[in-house]
């Protein structure tokens, strides 16, 4: 895999309210907004990352609005972060249905998930504790991380984690490198299949 510059599809997808774009933004942008608007369909990100021993990955990353479903953009993504917010237990409890969504759609082999809860920062206010969370994310046999875009904890490491995550399955051959979720950039940069 050396020398090549590739491109992984993420998908953020969980509740309407939970952060996802404020996620997005705080890693993209590295701002934090008060009072943004709902999404409205699906918006992209998208950000370069440099992984040990100097590859190149482009992720692109793809924010949908918590209270509609896109199930045409599930469909390529290799990459799911499954976010919940931890003062809110309805949007931890509907985890589950966002995930047999996206296996009941995926026609990839195998998509890595990450299981996100996010606004750590209001932690008097958290109705789900660290243990539950983790518990969920062990019967799912995928990792969890506790995130904060206000106060911009661990929004880095989630989304290293599910790149490294991603990669690793790469090289395990768990996931095909020549299909259309990573490409060759250096042939093919602006050949990103439509999802539509
Ligand atoms: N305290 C706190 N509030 C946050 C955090 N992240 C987002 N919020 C707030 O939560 C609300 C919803 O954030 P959004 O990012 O729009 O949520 P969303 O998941 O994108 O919602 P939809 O687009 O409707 O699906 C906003 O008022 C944000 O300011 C956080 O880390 N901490
Ligand atoms: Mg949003």
Redesign the pocket.
Same mark, same amino acid.
């Not at 934090?32 to 409205?40: D, H, K, L, M, R």
């Not at 924010?63 to 509609?68: H, L, M, P, R, S």
């Given at each position: 895999l050396q020398g090549l510059s590739l491109l992984f599809r993420i998908i953020?997808l969980?509740?309407? *309210?939970?952060?996802?774009?404020?996620?997005?933004?705080?890693y993209t942008e590295g701002s934090?907004?008060?009072?943004?608007?709902?999404?409205?369909g699906v918006e992209f990100y998208s950000k370069m990352m440099e992984l040990p021993p100097g590859i190149k990955v482009k992720l692109q990353l793809w924010?949908?609005?918590?209270?509609?479903r896109f199930r045409s953009f599930y469909r390529n993504a290799v990459g799911v972060l499954l976010?919940f917010?931890m003062?809110n237990r309805k949007s931890f409890e509907h985890i589950i249905e966002w995930y047999h969504e996206v296996a009941s759609i995926q026609i990839m082999e195998k998509v890595i998930f990450l299981l996100i809860g996010?606004?750590?920062?209001?932690k008097s206010d958290c109705k789900i504790s660290t243990e539950e969370a983790e518990g969920l994310a062990a019967s799912l046999g995928i990792g969890f991380i506790e995130?904060?875009?206000?106060?911009n *904890?661990n929004v880095d490491l989630a989304f290293e984690t599910l790149t490294n995550t991603i990669y690793e399955a790469l090289k395990n051959k768990e996931i095909d490198l020549f299909q259309w979720h990573s490409l060759d950039l250096n042939k093919s940069d602006i050949t990103v299949p439509s999802c539509i």
């Open positions: 953020l969980g509740d309407s *309210t939970v952060g996802k774009s404020s996620l997005l933004r705080r934090f907004i008060p009072a943004p608007c709902p999404t409205v924010d949908t609005a918590g209270q509609e976010v917010d003062t996010h606004k750590s920062d209001l995130t904060s875009a206000k106060s *904890t």
